[in-house]
């Protein structure tokens, strides 16, 4: 039985008041991020004490402020290429992560969604087995995002140096122009991408496809159900738009902001993120007709 949008956040939201847990991936993120922030520090701060160690004529007692900057920038140069891979690299690595943990969360939803009940095995597993697909489905949608930057290109060629018009924008209107029309280009395009890729995650996950079989999957039903998926699309960029208001008011009264911070950075982890993942779960495993928990239980479990 095909359920509506009221019905799929009313049961997502009963299915995720008893699976706290969901959360976990989510958490966990956070964590290998700051792990891999504190590596790219590290990783940074070896480069320039190399390069520093090289150069035997520098005095650190006596050098001055702007001799230090030349230092960075020549650092910076001879060592841009070194900085770029191995800036890569961690990125690439913190994407296996975030992958892995994904598709535990999406794991995770979807046995609560189908059997009432979720715990950390369903997160090992579903990573286990999906978090390759699904990191090569990230680069691919990575890959289509700087694709974009395309739409950029005529203004930044209109604009000239872009550090002379930094300095003075009216001396190039026409190109400040064509670069803000570019801008709202690529603003337009990055909110396509989002609604067309809403469920290739889930289609990957859920039915263990490959990433190609898993665009197809998750387009078509994308497709078969329009209405209902740009609802659901809608209500999550409500929630991030909301949430952005709030923080936007509160930014006038220091101490409010600060406990807000605090507060929509909890609140997205603990909660949004995972009754989103539970919302499109259930979503999906719904309109491609699989199995789902009976509401009902849930009562009866109490």
């Not at 001879?78 to 994904?102: K, P």
């Amino acid at each position: 039985m095909v359920e509506d949008i009221g019905t799929v956040i009313r049961k997502g939201f009963g299915t995720w008041t008893r699976n706290l847990n969901i959360c976990v991936p989510f958490i966990l993120e956070v964590l290998a991020a700051i792990v891999f922030l504190i590596f790219t520090l590290i990783f940074f701060m070896m480069v320039v004490i190399v390069s520093l160690g090289s150069r035997q004529d520098i005095d650190p007692a006596n050098i001055s402020p702007e001799e230090m900057l030349g230092i960075f920038t020549s650092i910076f140069s001879e060592g841009i290429w070194l900085l770029i891979i191995g800036g890569i690299i961690l990125f690439l690595l913190y994407m296996v992560v975030q992958s892995f943990l994904t598709a535990g969360a999406i794991g995770m939803a979807k046995t609560a969604s189908e059997k009432g009940n979720t715990n950390l095995s369903d997160m090992f597993d579903a990573g286990k087995n999906n978090f390759f697909n699904l990191f090569l489905t990230k680069v691919l949608v990575f890959l289509l995002i700087i694709a974009g930057l395309v739409f950029l290109i005529p203004g930044i060629i209109s604009i000239g140096d872009v550090s002379i018009f930094l300095a003075n924008p009216e001396i190039a209107p026409a190109g400040a122009s064509l670069l803000l029309i570019g801008l709202l280009v690529w603003g337009l395009y990055l909110l396509a991408l989002s609604i067309i890729f809403l469920l290739v995650d889930y289609a990957l996950v859920i039915d263990g496809l490959d990433p190609i079989s898993a665009i197809e999957k998750g387009i078509s039903v994308l497709l078969s159900n329009k209405f209902p998926a740009f609802m659901i699309w809608i209500l999550i960029m409500g929630i991030s738009l909301s949430l952005a208001l709030i923080s936007e008011v509160t930014s006038n009264v220091e101490i409010i902001s600060q406990i807000w911070s605090y507060l929509d950075f909890i609140l997205s982890i603990i909660v949004i993120q995972p009754l989103i993942v539970v919302w499109l779960t259930r979503f999906y495993l719904n309109r491609t007709e699989k199995k789902l928990y009976s509401f009902d239980d849930y009562i009866l479990d109490y």
